[in-house]
């Protein structure tokens, strides 16, 4: 496995490739990126061989982060990233420096639709899809990947990110991996690594109260009843009562995030965003 740090050196290692797919990450890896990685290395291995190549990046990109998040804190385990990323089937990394991706002040920004973007995790962390859409654009123009892989754990980035590509006509194809869980059900994320011992016992509680609302949800539509602000109220209710401090646990269409208003046939997702003591855990399953 190749690991590189500048354009013309990644340019290098990926020449001749007939085919790349491609893995975006922030480093700080769990098993969930490595499946991500997994999955690459099985559609090139389908598709072309030993013809195609696997590229991970490793960015921590200052553009998604608030003036108050942990962009100085957030983990980097570059060495340790690598490591794992080489027994998972990667080809090349590009673990590029700050001034490496942006060499002056990134003033030409992607700006998603506010319909999309600015609701649900756009609208707690306001800039965050266009800080992630920026930087993704910019990732696919360097890589020039045929596919790349991205988590459903992140279900609003995935829906950003496919947009953007239909949107711009890039050739590119857009994979969803399914949410790597822990076993009690937690959704595995980076930021796991900041709860306390009794914090990750009680972590496995915003993965519950989703599933009661996606149960609940389910008997709404299959009855004729559903009342949904009601159930979404319990649902934040049930984490309140529990110490969290959610932002939201709400009932959406698959297709657009758009509320849902009544009994559905579509297919509806579930999704929420919640603060335990000083760490905030998003999840979403879909219904």
Not at 92 to 120: G, N, R, T, W
Not at 200 to 219: C, D, N
Not at 259 to 272: M, N
């Amino acid at each position: 496995m190749h690991v590189v740090h500048t354009l013309s050196d990644l340019q290098r290692a990926l020449a001749g490739a007939s085919l790349r797919a491609f893995v975006p990450t922030m480093g700080n890896l769990h098993q969930g990126h490595l499946d991500l990685m997994q999955t690459a290395r099985n559609e090139v291995d389908a598709r072309v061989g030993l013809g195609g190549k696997t590229v991970a990046s490793i960015f921590v990109n200052r553009l998604q982060f608030g003036p108050h998040e942990d962009f100085d804190t957030y983990p980097r385990t570059l060495d340790q990233d690598c490591d794992a990323l080489a027994a998972h089937g990667c080809d090349v990394v590009f673990a590029p420096s700050e001034k490496e991706l942006y060499p002056e002040a990134q003033v030409f920004k992607v700006h998603p639709p506010a319909e999309l973007a600015d609701i649900l995790e756009g609208a707690f962390r306001p800039g965050f899809f266009v800080g992630v859409s920026t930087v993704v654009h910019k990732l696919f123009n360097i890589v020039q990947p045929n596919l790349a892989v991205f988590g459903k754990k992140d279900y609003q980035q995935l829906m950003v990110i496919r947009r953007m590509v239909q949107q711009m006509a890039l050739p590119i194809d857009i994979l969803g991996a399914e949410t790597r869980r822990a076993a009690d059900g937690l959704a595995l994320s980076s930021r796991n690594g900041y709860l306390s011992e009794l914090e990750r016992a009680e972590a496995v509680q915003l993965s519950m109260a989703l599933k009661a609302l996606a149960v609940a949800a389910r008997e709404g539509c299959v009855s004729g009843r559903l009342d949904v602000p009601a159930l979404e109220a319990r649902a934040m209710d049930s984490l309140r009562l529990r110490g969290w401090q959610p932002d939201y646990l709400t009932l959406r269409l698959q297709h657009d995030l758009s509320p849902v208003c009544g009994p559905s046939t579509q297919p509806l997702v579930v999704l929420g965003a919640a603060k335990l003591g000083k760490t905030r855990l998003i999840d979403n399953l879909e219904v």
